[in-house]
């Protein structure tokens, strides 16, 4: 298969995943327990006549049959109109717009870190293999990556915030007002460090893990035992011909793990009260807020469909044979 054979393929499964999504996305909140305008009502505080309920009904577009609500919500969709939410009156892409950045910088920094240093431990224990620090490394690596990461984040919050007192409690920034400039940026730090060192520690072992097998597979290749026959220094070996190729598999575990890293921080941000897309998922499900959960649930697997077709394209560049495969 081409290059551009293989792009477009991969750009096909990727749309079809999306439009089932999509589908599912409809079907599943149109058979979920509740009425949507008994619960807008009750969200609002109303009490609506029968009239009124018929009213909105028709204004939501639930009168018509399930083919034509099914066209309206993809055009809709298309369109990147989400309805309004029925708790804060709002539509849902200028909630999300609100608590998306919080959530983004959160996973994006946990992703970074747990990254970096998961593959550094993880090429340091594949070639010192058997030593007191590999040994120590694997054995910390098993017990992180068993740890629900709620657990973990309750923990941290016990002893560093509420023992040590060292970190607030909770929120992503001071109430207080006036911190501006570089004081802002410390107060934000300040309250991102304990939901990110949980989501780091939640996943660090599983990149230690992948990155010290992988690499002790590739040391055991016959291109690497012929670069020592040549007289080729050991760190130049390590690095120039083991670590290249053993980082392939690490660039899917990105992709892949970036679903369970968002999962994750549903919990972690619940547990610290951090205001992003986890929390508001869990007050969405608590409120049965319909609208705002579809919007969600299809923003949540746009994005993971979209870090697995960069990882697809990624791989396919820096390994040549996957795409003749």
């Known amino acids: 298969m081409g290059g551009r054979a293989y792009f477009v393929s991969k750009i096909g499964q990727s749309?079809?995943?999306?439009?089932?999504?999509?589908?599912?996305?409809?079907?599943?909140?149109?058979?979920?327990?509740g009425d949507p305008v008994r619960l807008l009502a009750k969200a609002q505080g109303l009490e609506l006549s029968r009239q009124a309920q018929i009213d909105l009904i028709a204004e939501l577009g639930l009168d018509k049959p399930?083919?034509?609500?099914?066209?309206?919500?993809?055009?809709?969709?298309?369109?990147?109109?989400?309805?309004?939410?029925?708790?804060?009156?709002?539509?849902?892409?200028?909630?999300?717009?609100?608590?998306?950045?919080?959530?983004?910088?959160?996973?994006g920094t946990a992703t970074v870190l747990m990254t970096v240093i998961g593959l550094f431990l993880g090429i340091r224990g594949g070639w010192n293999r058997g030593?007191?620090?590999?040994?120590?490394?694997?054995?910390?690596?098993?017990?992180?990556?068993?740890?629900?990461?709620?657990?973990?984040?309750?923990?941290?919050?016990?002893?560093l915030a509420t023992t040590a007192g060292a970190f607030p409690q909770g929120g992503f920034q001071s109430t207080q007002s006036g911190i501006t400039g570089m004081s802002k940026v410390v107060d934000i730090l300040n309250h991102m460090f304990l939901p990110t060192l949980t989501l780091t520690l939640a996943y660090l072992g599983e990149y230690y893990i992948l990155m010290r097998s992988s690499l002790l597979?590739?040391?055991?290749?016959?291109?690497?035992?012929?670069?020592?026959?040549?007289?080729?220094?050991?760190?130049?070996?390590?690095?120039?011909?083991?670590?290249?190729?053993?980082?392939l598999p690490?660039?899917?575990?990105?992709?892949?793990?970036?679903g369970f890293v968002i999962g994750g921080a549903v919990t972690v941000e619940l547990v610290f009260s951090y205001p992003g897309l986890g929390l508001l998922t869990f007050e969405a499900l608590d409120t049965q807020d319909y609208a705002l959960l579809q919007g969600m649930f299809l923003f949540f697997s746009l994005a993971v469909i979209i870090a697995n077709l960069g990882a697809d394209l990624l791989y396919s560049y820096l390994d040549p044979r996957v795409r003749e495969a």
């Open 15 to 33: 749309i079809a995943t999306l439009a089932f999504v999509v589908a599912f996305n409809f079907f599943l909140f149109r058979v979920m327990p």
């Open 66 to 107: 399930l083919p034509a609500q099914f066209v309206d919500y993809v055009g809709d969709t298309l369109r990147g109109n989400f309805g309004d939410s029925f708790i804060y009156g709002e539509p849902v892409t200028t909630i999300f717009a609100r608590f998306m950045w919080p959530t983004l910088l959160l996973v």
């Open 250 to 258: 690490t660039v899917t575990l990105v992709a892949l793990s970036f």
């Open 131 to 159: 030593s007191k620090g590999d040994v120590a490394s694997m054995g910390i690596s098993l017990v992180l990556y068993s740890m629900p990461e709620f657990w973990l984040g309750m923990m941290l919050l016990v002893l």
């Open 217 to 247: 597979e590739v040391l055991g290749e016959e291109y690497v035992t012929t670069a020592r026959a040549k007289g080729i220094g050991e760190q130049k070996v390590l690095w120039h011909h083991a670590v290249r190729n053993a980082l």
